[in-house]
């Protein structure tokens, strides 16, 4: 666990989320309806965070998908900004500091931070999961880790059809 600016523990409970998570899935396997209630859950859940949604692989882009936030970017080239290479490079990308980042689309000028995690289907990236925060380091390690779990889920629970989006 760790403080944020004003020194208040920031905790977020992933064990209840990804309980929640499964049983949106096991409701509702539909990858578009997963991807709407999982953004939502997200934004609902995690503290200083601003948008929390997906892009899906559409050919030789990702478009967006489901999201909570302000209106976003609809298309991202392929190794561009940070869902772009997290694309690309096939990994989960950790950015404290998105002005430090080059190349870094800003969709929403309040954002500072900003974690991306792939999402796989037959051993392809499908989409990516996008969360910004306005807080400058907001991502953590545990974080991290969790947020692989949570994608790990919809990987598992949700069949995702190659650059579409939709259950089979």
Same mark, same amino acid.
């Given at each position: ?15 209840? @989320?990804?309980? /929640?998570?499964? &049983? !949106?899935?096991?409701?509702?396997? %539909? ?5 709407? %209630? ?13 948008? &929390? ?14 999201? /909570?936030?302000?209106?976003? #970017? ?8 940070? #869902?772009?290479?997290?694309? &690309? ?10 002005? &430090? ?5 800003? #969709? ?5 931070? =900003?974690?991306?995690?792939? @999402?796989? /289907? ?12 306005? /807080?400058? %380091?907001?991502?953590?390690? %545990?974080?991290?880790?969790?947020? =692989?779990?949570?994608? #790990?889920?919809? =990987?598992? !629970? ?11």
């Amino acid at each position: 666990m760790r403080s944020d600016i004003w020194g208040i523990l920031m905790r977020t409970d992933y064990d209840t @989320i990804i309980m /929640q998570l499964k &049983a !949106l899935i096991e409701t509702e396997p %539909n990858v578009i309806s997963v991807m709407a %209630n999982a953004s939502a859950l997200l934004m609902e859940s995690m503290e200083h965070v601003n948008w &929390a949604g997906f892009y899906l692989v559409m050919e030789d882009s990702l478009k967006v998908g489901p999201f /909570q936030g302000k209106p976003a #970017c609809v298309l991202i080239g392929k190794g561009k900004g940070v #869902c772009g290479r997290a694309w &690309a490079e096939d990994r989960t990308i950790v950015v404290p500091d998105v002005h &430090a980042f080059p190349g870094h689309i800003a #969709c929403d000028s309040a954002s500072r931070s =900003e974690i991306v995690v792939p @999402i796989h /289907q037959e051993g392809d990236v499908v989409a990516v999961l996008d969360i910004d925060s306005p /807080q400058i %380091n907001r991502f953590s390690e %545990n974080d991290k880790k969790w947020l =692989e779990r949570f994608v #790990c889920l919809m =990987e598992d !629970l949700v069949v995702w059809r190659k650059r579409i989006g939709t259950v089979r």
